[in-house]
């Protein structure tokens, strides 16, 4: 069956980073893109970042643009989302999908506060 399990949230200062990981199984990984999302109390979940199948392509959110990285290994199945400069609007839960199904990791928590 489709798995997806983030890992790597916490608690973080204002400036300070995470690297987030989303381990991927039960379907072929390397033919789908991937996305980050997030979702805070009472917010609709957005998309932060994304990923193409092979890594050539990505995109962002103009909130993160510039202070996030999304990458892939496709090899070990996993996608990543590196976390620089983070705000306390950044707070959120974190969830890892592919992007052209319904298909959803179970989140991980980032909070950012002084």
């Known amino acids: 069956q489709v798995q997806l399990v983030e890992s790597g949230g916490g608690l973080v200062q204002p400036g300070g980073s995470l690297r987030l990981s989303c381990a991927a199984s039960?379907?072929?990984?390397?033919?789908?893109?991937m996305g980050w999302y997030r979702q805070a109390p009472g917010k609709e979940r957005e998309l932060v970042a994304f990923?193409?199948?092979?890594?050539?392509?990505?995109n962002y959110a103009d909130s993160v643009k510039g202070r996030f990285t999304i990458s892939r290994d496709n090899a070990k199945k996993t996608v990543y989302l590196q976390m620089n400069s983070l705000k306390p609007e950044d707070t959120a839960v974190y969830y890892c999908?592919?992007?052209?199904?319904?298909?959803w990791g179970q989140g991980t928590q980032v909070t950012v506060s002084s």
């Open positions: 999908k592919v992007t052209s199904r319904n298909y």
């Open positions: 990923i193409s199948s092979t890594g050539g392509s990505t």
């Open positions: 039960g379907f072929t990984f390397s033919s789908y893109a």
